[in-house]
Every structure is written in structure tokens, then in C-alpha cells.
């Protein structure tokens, strides 16, 4: 089952900033927060990922909550591309804790 | 650099037939997995390959599923006989580490959809 808790769906406005919550109150000290998305008709793509600090790449920022109990992916400036389901994902490290286990994930609207 | 490709990308069988999916990873990724999407929910991971070794196939329906992954390269899940409720999107990813790693990037195919009738 996955660890992680995620509203269904999400709207947003084109050019408009998203932010998109994650609750894992059972996280362990090693897991890592990832995130995918998955637009439609085609296999999920790697998004961000972090452990405790606050990451930034060109997609998206992570948010991690201080006591790890809570992230959110910042989408600066939503487009229509990123209309997708937005996966939270708990990994840990040795044995099958690193699987990938997905949720239903969030499915993100973008409205032009 | 290319990415990881599936075929056929789409499959119509009737219950009972046999079905193969065909899988080729990225370049010198280790570790490849095959994962099962059913309509409105996220993908399951069904089984996972360390070069040409199985080390996670615990939700593998072995009865009637099957996967290799000969030369530690291309791999082919096969599903004999099927049934209605195989009906699903059959993904396939890989990665350059693998299993222990929580840092590690899948990178996924397209799928094939398959459609059991």
C-alpha cells in the first residue's frame, strides 16, 4: 500500500503557480520523497526527488516540510503540457524499500 | 539518447490466448522492471530484473505470467492463458542502479495497452 496521501485532483490556470501536497506522516529517516507524473497515454517520467532540504531543478521545486511529515512540488508556471497525475512516492533504501510503490496520485488540470 | 521502447503499443486478444510484450531498456541500465496499470489507478510492480537475474517478483502472477530477460538486455513478459481483468496498460522501465537504491531514476516506456475481450 502506498505511504503517502494526495487530494484526487487539482485545477489550475495556465501561467499560474501550482502547488501540489503530499502527506507521509509514517516517513523513516531514509526515505527519500519522489515524485513523478504521468501524462496521458504515456509511462510515468521522473520529476524531483529530495531527503530533508528544499530541492529545485528546471521542472519543479520540492518543499519538505521540517519534521519530514509533508512535501510539496511547486510548479512555477503551469502550462498545458503539465496536465498529468502527479505521483508521491516514498522510497527507502535496501531490498524492495526502494520499489517504486504508486498511489492514485493527484490529477492535475490546467486550465488555458 | 534514446529511451526505453515497448512493443507492440497496442494488443487485442480474446480470453484464453497467449500475449507477449517486448521490452528494450536504455543503453547499460542494470535493472529493468515490468509494471501493470489498470484504468484509474497507478502502476504495480510486477517484476524486477538485476541484469539477467530476477531479484523481486512477488506480485508476478505465476501461474500465468512469465518474464525473461535473456543476455541481461531486452526482456519479454508473456501471459498465458489471459483473462478480462489482465486488461491493462503493461509498462516497462529501467534504471541505471536498481534495487537499494532510493536515489535512483526509472525511466519508463510508453507501455502497450492491452485489451482482453
Known amino acids: 500500500d502506498a505511504k503517502t496521501t494526495q487530494p484526487n485532483s487539482m485545477e489550475s490556470n495556465e501561467e499560474e503557480p501550482v502547488h501540489l501536497p503530499c502527506n507521509h506522516s509514517?516517513?523513516?529517516?531514509?526515505?527519500?520523497i519522489h515524485w513523478y507524473r504521468q501524462l496521458p497515454s504515456q509511462g510515468p517520467e521522473y520529476v524531483i526527488h529530495?531527503?530533508?532540504s528544499n530541492v529545485n531543478n528546471r521542472m519543479a521545486s520540492l518543499a519538505i516540510a521540517e519534521d519530514r511529515k509533508s512535501s510539496t512540488l511547486i510548479l512555477h508556471r503551469a502550462t498545458l503540457r503539465d496536465a498529468a497525475v502527479y505521483y508521491c512516492?516514498?522510497?527507502?533504501?535496501?531490498?524492495?524499500?526502494?520499489?517504486?510503490?504508486f498511489g492514485k496520485g493527484t490529477k492535475l488540470s490546467v486550465k488555458p | 539518447e534514446a529511451g526505453v521502447a515497448q512493443s507492440p503499443r497496442y494488443k487485442i486478444i480474446e480470453k484464453r490466448q497467449s500475449v507477449a510484450f517486448w521490452c528494450n531498456p536504455i543503453?547499460?541500465?542494470?535493472?529493468l522492471y515490468w509494471y501493470q496499470q489498470i484504468l484509474g489507478q497507478g502502476p504495480k510492480l510486477l517484476i524486477q530484473?538485476?541484469?539477467?537475474?530476477?531479484?523481486?517478483d512477488s506480485q508476478l502472477p505465476k501461474d500465468r505470467f512469465s518474464a525473461e530477460r535473456l543476455k541481461g538486455v531486452d526482456s519479454t513478459l508473456k501471459i498465458q492463458p489471459a483473462k478480462l481483468e489482465d486488461s491493462a496498460v503493461y509498462l516497462c522501465?529501467?534504471?541505471?542502479?536498481?534495487?537499494?537504491?532510493?536515489?535512483?531514476?526509472?525511466?519508463f516506456g510508453p507501455g502497450t495497452r492491452l485489451t482482453v475481450l
Open positions: 522501465a529501467s534504471s541505471a542502479q536498481g534495487q537499494g537504491w532510493g536515489t535512483d531514476t526509472q525511466y
Open positions: 509514517t516517513i523513516s529517516g531514509t526515505d527519500y
Open positions: 529530495g531527503l530533508t
Open positions: 512516492i516514498l522510497r527507502g533504501s535496501g531490498g524492495s524499500q526502494g520499489n517504486l510503490i
Open positions: 543503453s547499460g541500465h542494470a535493472t
Open positions: 530484473f538485476q541484469n539477467n537475474g530476477v531479484v523481486d
